[in-house]
């Protein structure tokens, strides 16, 4: 396994993490990472079924949707994401960095390492509406991490069965649920 990238680029999302302090250096409590995005850059609805996330403005001005709702993040704004909530974004409009904290942390720096690395090297494809490919690898991703991603709309226990079955058929045609090309175990 290569050691865990500290900055992650993916140009796909136009969007850049870097990661201040992870679950492991926090004893779990927190995930702390400074988000810059580009103009264009987006970040697919889902919801976090366990977490609450903080993005709190630093620079330039981002518009995120939080359960229906357009919620402009500017220098010094502060929203908060409760557990459950489905949010995201697309099209940003400028360039803009936010602080992001997510409390508790679980697993969710292996998943942006995983997802951020396998968007970046053109093996998963999550357009901002539509079905994402190949969906037995992304199913992959999402089976591995449910406990910190769910997709928003749909019931989190109706998901995780669904995700487990397709992840098992890629299990079944050789696929690995492991990325440690990406510092993820």
Known sequence: MVTPPRDITDPTGRQRVVFRRTGDETGGELLEVELYVSPGAFVRGH???SQEETFTGVSG???LDVAGERRSIGPGDKVVIPPRTPHGFEDAAEEAQLLVQVRPALHLDDYFRTFLGLSRDGRISMPVKGIPHPLLQVA???DRYAPEMAAPGIPVALQRPVWRLLGWVARLRGMSDSFPEYGAP
Do not use: I
């Open 47 to 49: 919801v976090h079924p």
């Open 61 to 63: 001005t981002l518009v």
């Open 140 to 142: 992959l991703v999402m």
